[in-house]
């Protein structure tokens, strides 16, 4: 039986992992979003191209994990693998001089220290509104 891809469910789970609530995601996204439209979409097994892109610009992951990551082939992948460093591929098996997830984990801080930055950058600039409002 070949198993479904659920796009909504990997769109909450790249967003989870890089530490974005739903309403920072729809402020991202623009105006016509809000937290509960969040919600709704990340509920739909497909999403439409054009929405999928832009998500994939904002959360900056590439349209291929949300359309191709499946958690059940990703734990049986772990669970088939024996020794630190070995990395399925089509053919078997290959030996990593990384741990992947130890790449992953460098990949996710780097996006929290950017998006941090980013949150930084956006509040200075909402403080030198207000003074020039002011």
Not at 38 to 57: A, C, F, H
Not at 77 to 99: L, P
Request: proline share 2%.
């Amino acid at each position: 039986m070949e198993q479904k891809i659920h796009q909504g469910r990997n769109v909450k789970r790249f967003r989870e992992m890089l530490g974005i609530k739903q309403e920072a995601l729809a402020f991202d996204l623009g105006e016509d979003w809000n937290q509960k439209k969040i919600s709704l979409l990340e509920q739909k097994d497909v999403i439409e191209d054009p929405l999928l892109k832009q998500i994939s610009e904002v959360l900056k992951i590439p349209v291929e994990a949300f359309q191709n990551f499946d958690e059940e082939q990703a734990v049986n992948i772990i669970a088939n693998t024996f020794h630190e460093g070995a990395v399925a591929n089509n053919s078997g098996y290959i030996n990593c001089t990384f741990n992947p997830l130890d790449k992953l984990i460098q990949l996710h801080e780097e996006k929290l220290t950017l998006y941090e930055r980013m949150l930084k950058e956006k509040d200075e600039m909402m403080e030198r509104l207000e003074k020039l409002i002011k």
